[in-house]
Structure formats: C-alpha cells, structure tokens
C-alpha cells in the first residue's frame, strides 16, 4: 500500500475523528461502556437517547473537557488515550481543542461584552497566548482589525451582523445560540459538536439555530457530531444516526433505516416517544 505509507497514523484518511471503545467511570457509575464511532470529513452524525445515557459526556471524552478511563480518540491520525496528562499529553488537548468546536445548551456568552467581542475574544487570545485579551478589547491594533473583520463575516454568516454590537442579555436565546456558533467558528475548528444546541430554547426559537447548523454542513462541509432530539433535523442533515442507550451505541445507520426500518425495540419505544 505505497499510497498510505506517507500517512502511518491515518487508517483512512476520510476518518477525521475515531473513537474506538471509549470508556467513562465515574465512581462505580460506568457511564461509557465501550464506545465506537468513526466521524469522516464532511459527516454529520445525530446522537440521541434517553437522559443519562452518556451523549454529552462522549462529547467531553472528544473535546478532553473529560479524560476518558479507557480506550482512545484519534483525532486526524492523533492518538489521545487515557492515562497521565503529561506535558506532551496536555499540548496535545490544547490542539484537540483547537480542533473541535463545541457548542452547549448553555449559550455561555461573555456577558460583559458585545456578540462581536464575544466572537473575537478567542481568537485574540489565541493570538496573544495569554488571557489578557478581554481587557485589550478597547485598544486599536491592526490586528485586532483583521480579527473584527472576520469576526463580522461570521457573524453575518450566522444572521447577525445587524447585532454585532448588542450585548448578550439583548439578544434573545436563538441570537445568542447563533453567536456561541460563530464563537465556535473563529477558532477554524476541523470538527464542531453540539450538545443539544436548542434545548434550552423556545420552540419558535429553534428552527434559527437549526438553518444555521444545516448550511454549516451543506455549505462548509463541516464534520459534526450533533446531540439533539431535533428528529426533524436528523432526517433532513444526518448522514449517520446513532441511538445511544446506557453508555453504548445500540444502534447506528442512516436516518431511512433509524426512522423506518429499525429492528431494535429500545430505538423503536425511544422515536415512538419523541415524535
Ligand atoms: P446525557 O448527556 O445522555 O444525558 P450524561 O453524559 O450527561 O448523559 O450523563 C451520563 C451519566 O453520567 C449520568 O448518570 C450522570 O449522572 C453521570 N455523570 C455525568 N457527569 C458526571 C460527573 N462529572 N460526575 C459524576 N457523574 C457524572
Ligand atoms: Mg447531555
């Protein structure tokens, strides 16, 4: 295989992340019992399943918010198993989470400052390499500009840029969702995950956010891994869905087969319920 020899780590290189029998305890609680997905360039795979099952910790196993107890991420041909966060180990996560943008239920934005601010505040950061960012948000700097330009182009890529300007507590929770988006996006994340994006908003609010992750994927290509119950999102963006029930993956495929030809009673009683 002369092709792949140039690319050892990389067993496919359409495999951008692969979780491979990921495991999370917490206490006696095993809360990952041996997870494995493959997430390839240009995929968008929904995760959903009951309350407890493990979605939004597999989401911090991914991003190293949590370390995993067993198994391992490899993240563009990476390896980042369990084990001590060495030195070497934690530049690792620093660029896995350069890698991965992930976006909560909580919009957690920067109260203080304005949505383009909120937008520029990693990026500045990341430039300085220190935290003094937010308080150099005021100055003038020619690359301060160039980080605002961008900034504003995602802004209005996410149906904002009227509201650049507005701080968080003026936007309504679609607006702001639609800023943590493009906050994700400013740091040029290979992968975005999204814990259930728009739970936390009203129903009419929702359908916003959805459109924005919807072009995202058509239009940029951007692989993600999505937890949501959006069921209407799923059949209309998913490529792969997976059912997730008591820390395993108990069923995955595409949407035509999750929604209308699934053999498993568990997936079958959980759509029933949220149809
Ligand atoms: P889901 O996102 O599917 O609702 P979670 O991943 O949030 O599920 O949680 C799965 C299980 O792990 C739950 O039983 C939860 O109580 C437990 N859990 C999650 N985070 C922690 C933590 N930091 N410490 C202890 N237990 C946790
Ligand atoms: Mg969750």
Sequence with gaps: MPEAA???EVLNRD???RISDLRKVYGHNEVLRGVSLDLHKG???????????GKSTLLRCVNFLEDPSGGTIEIAGQHLGGGHRTRAKRE???RVRLFAGMVFQQFNLFPHMTAVENVMAGPLALSRGDRKAQAELTGTSMEKEAVRARAMDLLAEVGLADRAEEHPIRLS???QQ???????LAMQPEVMLFDEPTSALDPELTGEVLAVMKRLAIERHMPMLVVTHEMGFAREVADRMAFFHE??????GPPAQIFGQS?????RQFLEAVL
């Design 15 to 17: 495999v951008i992340v």
């Design 173 to 175: 929770g679609g607006q």
């Design 263 to 267: 053999q498993n009673p568990e997936t």
């Design 247 to 252: 820390g395993v993956i108990l069923e995955q």
């Design 6 to 8: 140039h690319l050892p």
């Design 43 to 53: 995929e968008v795979i929904v995760i959903f399943g009951r309350s407890g099952s």
């Design 178 to 184: 639609r800023v943590a988006i493009a906050r994700a």
């Design 92 to 94: 690792r996560i620093r």
